[in-house]
């Protein structure tokens, strides 16, 4: 038989597995959600040179365990109605997603700028692999994961979740790679 040890494994094995899939489902329901403009958020004046900053500061130690340099540009304040939470998690879906494809000794860069008609453009540019051009269209699909992503851990639903949110929000998300 098995000794209680074993099963005590089995067991914290099989809750972490059942965590995993309420949040892969959870992420399901808020892509949907978003999706069908149930979920509109709580709009409020939020300033999103700020948020950037937070995040960076709250990734720069997992940067910098992985040897690699964050850099992060933001004008002095950059106010936008909408809901902080969601941008919060659009910002560190694509934050979190460069430092995890970058290698070590290079750079992730975050900017932050403003246009003419008070829309915001945030940028996150990774020295890291590349997306072969026959992935890119696909990123933004649920489950999708490129042949080079699947030895990271992951669901492929966070930025099809990101997109989803930044479209809340009357903006879109977009990708741009070459390999290497």
């Known amino acids: 038989g098995k000794t209680l040890?074993?099963?005590?494994?089995m067991a914290a094995g099989t809750v972490e597995e059942c965590d995993r899939l309420i949040d892969m489902i959870n992420t399901m329901l808020m892509i949907t959600k978003a999706e069908s403009g149930v979920e509109k958020g709580h709009d409020e004046d939020i300033d999103l040179?700020?948020?950037?900053?937070?995040?960076?500061?709250?990734?720069?130690?997992?940067?910098?365990?992985?040897?690699?340099?964050?850099?992060?540009?933001?004008?002095?304040?950059?106010?936008?109605?909408?809901?902080?939470?969601m941008?919060?998690?659009i910002l560190s879906t694509?934050?979190?997603?460069?430092?995890?494809?970058?290698p070590s000794?290079?750079?992730?860069?975050?900017?932050l700028s403003e246009g003419n008609e008070g829309e915001v453009a945030l940028a996150?540019?990774?020295?890291?692999?590349?997306?072969?051009?026959?992935?890119?269209?696909?990123?933004?699909?649920?489950?999708?994961?490129?042949?080079?992503?699947?030895s990271e851990p992951g669901t492929g639903l966070g930025l099809s979740l990101a997109r989803a949110l930044a479209r809340t929000h009357n903006g879109d998300i977009t990708v741009t790679s070459t390999p290497g």
């Open 124 to 150: 996150v540019q990774d020295t890291g692999i590349g997306i072969p051009a026959g992935d890119l269209p696909h990123v933004f699909e649920r489950f999708y994961r490129c042949d080079q992503s699947r």
């Open 49 to 85: 040179s700020k948020l950037v900053r937070d995040a960076c500061e709250l990734l720069e130690p997992v940067a910098e365990d992985k040897g690699l340099s964050l850099k992060c540009h933001t004008p002095n304040s950059c106010l936008l109605v909408g809901d902080r939470r």
């Open 94 to 102: 694509l934050l979190d997603n460069a430092i995890k494809y970058t």
């Open 5 to 9: 040890g074993e099963y005590e494994n």
């Open 105 to 111: 000794g290079r750079t992730v860069t975050v900017s």
């Open 87 to 89: 941008i919060q998690r």
